[in-house]
């Protein structure tokens, strides 16, 4: 018998870990980006994640099984902490496209980073799911624009 799996998105935030002194901070953003893009194309997981002002805020889709068992090890990496989860949900189709894509406050980003004021959101412990949903789909629009493919949604 076929069993149907079920789409699921999490969102949450956490206070980074990572080293500040920028040559550093590169090497480690990169072995993320690695690995990260590496298990998400293998678990069929995608996923926008957003690193500013000391803090990570990630939206990901996918198969209910394959996010709970990624996110149990996200909740317990050490070069992220206070993970704190904003939305966790089942959905009706996915929304984004890349299966792992790590944004920072730049000149294609700033604008959209600024709008949505997600730092101060984030600061004060108060962020809306539906906010940050709106946010993360005006990151992909932006990278998909930049990458020249226009938006699917
Ligand atoms: C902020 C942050 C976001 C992460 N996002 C992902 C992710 O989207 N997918 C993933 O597989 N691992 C992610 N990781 C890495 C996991 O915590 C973990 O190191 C990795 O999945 C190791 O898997 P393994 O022990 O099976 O090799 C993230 C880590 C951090 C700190």
Redesign the pocket.
């Known amino acids: 018998m076929l069993t149907r799996s079920s789409l699921s998105r999490i969102i949450y935030y956490?206070r980074?870990n990572l080293e500040r002194e920028p040559g550093l901070l590169r090497e480690q953003e990169q072995q993320?980006v690695r690995?990260?893009r590496r298990?998400?194309e293998f678990?069929l997981?995608t996923?926008i994640?957003v690193?500013d002002r000391g803090y990570?805020c990630?939206m990901?889709e996918g198969d209910r099984e394959a996010l709970n068992q990624?996110f149990r090890?996200?909740s317990?990496?050490n070069?992220?902490k206070d993970v704190r989860i904003v939305e966790w949900r089942e959905i009706p189709r996915r929304e984004l496209l890349p299966s792992?894509e790590l944004i920072e406050r730049n000149l294609m980003t700033q604008e959209i980073l600024e709008r949505f004021e997600i730092d101060e959101e984030l600061a004060r412990g108060t962020p809306k799911p539906s906010h940050l949903h709106d946010c993360f789909h005006a990151l992909q629009a932006n990278l998909l624009a930049k990458r020249g493919i226009e938006a699917l949604t």
Request: charged residues 15%.
């Open positions: 956490s980074s993320l690995q990260c298990q998400n678990a997981i996923s994640l690193h990570f990630q990901m990624t090890k996200i317990v990496d070069r992220h792992f």
